[in-house]
């Protein structure tokens, strides 16, 4: 069966845009187009969708309805993944987003839902229970908090920008040909020296590194030796 799709966008334009790109693909079914945060709850009343792409700012307020639905959503319990869509590359907006957790949950700018394939592919897995963080969120947070990030070696700072992305082990493996057990290595390395140790399930390595690049660490640990 197809995944179902409504669309949020107070556009009308960018609206029509999302709704096309979802309706290209025969994995997606797009079942509701909605201007506004109430037109958005009545088609999440009636017709069950399994994901939800919204804008982050629609009517009425324009300020965080998309967050505050997807916090709703999973407050209830509700197995409706959602993929917040915003025009700026905010930490503390992703960071609300995954409060609750990471699972079935995505952050993604507009400029990268451009690219229909990536749309598709994030709401395949945000459908699935994964994450999707956009990657240029996370470049953006990785290239501003350089100097925080002095302790990593090269390797380590690629491995940790696609912890923040949400991938798992196996995932970044493959990504990076690496094996399974020098990720690890890597984690645990990266983990140590950024203080995030206690870090263990994928929703709280992305939160854990999201909030460690938006905000850093006031004392930064000594570097380690990298793994081999």
Partial sequence: MPIRVVVAE???????????????????????????????????????????????????????????LAVRLRAERSPIGVIAVSQYADAGLALALLDRGSEGRGYLLKESVRDREQLWAAVAEVAAGGSVVDPKLVDGLV?????????????????????????????IAESLVLTKRAVEKYINSIFLKL??????????????????????????????????
């Fill in 10 to 68: 107070d556009n009308l334009m960018v609206r029509e845009g999302l709704e096309r790109i979802i309706a290209a693909s025969p994995e997606l079914e797009l079942v509701a187009g909605c201007r506004d945060l109430d037109e958005l709850e009545r088609a999440i009343e009636h017709d069950n969708p399994d994901v939800v792409l919204t804008d982050i700012r629609m009517p009425p307020t324009m300020t965080d309805e998309g967050i505050r």
């Fill in 143 to 171: 290239k501003a908090k350089q100097p925080l990030l002095a302790a990593l070696a090269p390797r380590e700072r690629e491995v940790l920008a696609q912890i923040a992305q949400g991938r798992s082990n196996a995932a």
């Fill in 195 to 228: 203080g995030l140790a206690d870090a263990e399930d994928v929703s709280k390595r992305v939160k854990a590194t999201l909030m460690f690049l938006s905000d850093g660490e006031s004392v930064q640990p000594p570097p380690l030796p990298e793994p081999h």
